[in-house]
């Protein structure tokens, strides 16, 4: 059973438009969340995080929203870049947990010139 | 700064053979120590974490173990790899549990034939 859904697999967006990336998450104890990009051949590199006290947090051209009712999360970058080109990686977690991420499945971002 | 390194980058292994995969942190003391896998098309499994040395907590069943023989030093093992244990292998750290967030390296790319 999964914990965090990244429902869509992939998402092309023009340069300089807006990008979206959606999360979904089932386990109510999650409450905190994290994004992160990946380049193929790379490992994961952590970008944006919000706590569950939170319904907003921003940096830079990347802004996480946090929906607790509808267990929903969504990252925006703004403006989109090509180099922006990656998987993006939602992932939560839970106090009292020694950090331990329960990972998406990714999303694969294209960003068109 | 913090670093983490992992080796190798690709590894190809017959089934029946053993495995020793080594990852190192450099710049922190005391981490928290994670090992994860990617299968194809899938999101990041947790396998292991260890809060200091010697102690290891695994995450699902499996054909792996791991071991933290120092401080800064987590290795990912098998006596006689399956082919199911094909994938991309990460190692991260972090500062602690609960919203810390996770740091990875470049990870290991296992073919088992």
């Known amino acids: 059973d999964q914990q965090v859904k990244q429902n869509s697999p992939s998402l092309s967006v023009q340069e300089g438009r807006i990008s979206i990336l959606n999360c979904d998450y089932t386990n109510s104890m999650f409450d905190y969340f994290l994004w992160y990009k990946k380049y193929p051949a790379e490992g994961p590199t952590f970008l944006i995080s919000?706590?569950?006290?939170?319904d907003k947090n921003e940096d830079g051209r990347f802004t996480v929203f946090l929906n607790k009712s509808a267990k929903h999360l969504s990252l925006h970058i703004v403006p989109s870049q090509p180099g922006d080109s990656a998987v993006y990686f939602c992932?939560?977690?839970?106090?009292?947990?020694?950090?331990?991420?329960?990972f998406g499945k990714g999303t694969k971002l294209s960003v068109k010139p | 700064s913090q670093t983490i390194h992992q080796w190798p980058a690709t590894l190809v292994q017959p089934v029946g053979s053993p495995l020793s995969l080594e990852c190192t942190v450099e710049?922190?003391?005391?981490?928290?120590l994670y090992w994860y896998r990617q299968a194809a098309g899938r999101g990041l499994q947790l396998l292991f974490y260890?809060?200091?040395?010697?102690?290891i907590s695994s995450e699902v069943p499996q054909n792996l173990s791991a071991s933290r023989p120092q401080d800064r030093q987590f290795i990912l093992s098998s006596k006689k790899l399956l082919l199911s244990d094909s994938g991309f292998y990460l190692c991260?750290?972090?500062?602690?549990?609960?919203?810390?967030?996770?740091?990875f390296g470049d990870g290991t790319r296992l073919s088992i034939l």
């Open positions: 260890s809060v200091g040395i010697g102690q």
């Open positions: 919000i706590s569950s006290i939170k």
């Open positions: 991260a750290w972090s500062y602690g549990g609960g919203g810390q967030p996770q740091h």
């Open positions: 992932a939560a977690t839970y106090g009292g947990s020694q950090g331990n991420l329960i």
């Open positions: 710049g922190t003391s005391n981490p928290n």
